[in-house]
């Protein structure tokens, strides 16, 4: 059974998922609108390497990558600092985005994958209510599946029928505007806090992080709001004035990027369609990372694709990837989407109330790219006595921490009630429940 498996963008987990499935006999191309030597940005990422042998990609050599830094959180006023504590065996690596292409791109090749580079996708082809293919610059092309691997703002999934049942846009607060930099490193001195992060700085709702390197100082601006470069040029000057390491050159990146930090996709499956990475909304909400997160969902894809005998990849069928990745990953990360959500209805006095009044410590800030759940908030619930006194002292304060516990009952409740099997009505109407604890 020769079937043609169209991966619509490089994304990693497509390409990871194409790789598997290559390797089974598929006959698998990715359409990727960025030229070779251009795909990934021109920075680092972060991401747990773990997610790596998931996908039966092998590690890269150990020259290419680095164990990251433990983060250091700041407030507002930036009066208390929080610092994790990440496990040694939950340590992420950190990696030059480019090579980290290279090296999936590689392993895709060898597995039989074929790539057509700087083709933009355009929108899909549809025919009696399933997906049969992509329209592109360069033509159209048919195939038996469309694994959707083109980001938060997919030509694909922002054009499917609304009859798919396929959610196609963004709502509020559901994505990350994002500037990022390498300036010179101004200074020689050795910085305690060499990964700093700063919740709503300056008072805007966003954050910021300056990371200081051997060869330079990374900045990142992120924002839930859309900025100019004007405004990212502002932002990096009042950073340079409390960080003596950020110079004022520019030597790598200087990008703006969209990332999605929401919920996982309510409905990824179609017929003729799937949808995975960030076109699914794979990242861990609070951080916005999600590579890991796209290379355990290719495992889980490649095997529910390989599974269907019947060759047909219907949403019937492919319902068993949604389900299971679910099970596994989404449910925990929209756990973590309801955390995300009480950020957002914070003031920076009360987050900085929060800070110095011990009510988050290293244990609930210790979020890495391979968080998957709340585990590390239980801490909370377990040392309530003491925490409990400042969160009652302020009522506004209670308030919106009351919210998020009943919204994260929510999500645990109606993540369990996901149908195991496929039934339109049944998955349409679970999607409009979970999606409706997610509106702001």
Known sequence: MNKNIIIAGGGHGGIAAGALLAKNGFNVTVYEKNSRENMGYDWTDIFAPNALSVAGIPMPDKSLY??????????????????????????????????????????????????????????????????????????????????????????????????????????????????????????????????????????????????????????????????????????????????????????????????PVRHTLSVMVADGYVAIGDAAFMTVPIIGSGIANSFKAAKILADAIIDDVSGEYTAKSLWKYQYNYYKALGSGLSQLATVKLLLTRLTPNELDYIFENDILTWREMTITANSTSLKSFIHIASDMPKRGIAIVKDKALLKKLLGVGEDIAKVVAVCLSMPKAYDKERVYKWAKKYDNIFKV
């Open 66 to 259: 680095e164990y990251k830094t433990d983060m250091t959180f700041y407030s507002t006023n930036e009066k208390k600092a929080i610092r994790q504590r990440v496990p040694e065996d939950e340590l992420e690596i950190k990696m030059e985005r480019r090579d980290i292409y290279n090296h999936i791109i590689s392993f895709a090749e060898k597995c039989g994958v074929k790539f057509v580079y700087s083709c933009n996708i355009e929108k899909p082809i549809s025919k009696n209510g399933r997906v049969i293919g992509i329209k592109t610059d360069k033509g159209d092309f048919y195939g038996d599946l469309i694994i959707d691997a083109c980001g938060c703002n997919s030509p694909v999934r922002t054009n499917l029928n609304h009859g798919l049942g396929v959610q196609n846009q963004m709502g509020a607060f559901e994505r990350f505007y994002v500037y990022r930099a390498f300036y010179n490193k101004a200074t020689e001195k050795e910085i305690e806090d060499k990964y700093k992060v700063c919740l709503f700085p300056d008072n805007v709702l966003g954050i910021g992080w300056v990371a200081t390197e051997d060869e330079y100082t990374d900045l990142l601006i992120g924002r839930f709001e859309p900025f100019t470069p004007e405004e990212a040029k502002e932002s990096a000057e009042k950073f340079r004035q409390r960080n003596e390491s950020l110079g004022t050159d520019v030597v790598r990146g200087g990008q703006f990027v969209q990332i």
